[in-house]
């Protein structure tokens, strides 16, 4: 039996309750996959900072 299946099959008769966490563990597996989430929300909001020529200059003797 896969993996999958046993994981569907060991949440059948969890509490609702029971069941959220187990979805919230996995939306957070799969955000840690994709970079994060807060960090990609941070590079988005921040990029209008960060992506100037003053910004390139201050960091070009580093």
């Known amino acids: 039996m896969k993996t999958r ?4 099959r060991e949440t059948d008769d ?3 309750e029971k069941v959220r966490e187990v979805l919230d563990f996995v ?9 994060g989430f807060l960090e990609k929300a941070a590079e988005t909001s921040l990029s209008k ?3 100037t020529s003053e910004e390139d200059e201050a960091w070009s003797n580093l």
Not at 5 to 8: A, E, F, K
Not at 27 to 35: A, C, R, Y
């Open 5 to 8: 299946d046993v994981l569907l």
């Open 14 to 16: 969890l509490p609702e």
């Open 49 to 51: 900072l960060w992506d």
């Open 27 to 35: 939306l957070f597996l799969k955000s840690q996959g994709e970079g």
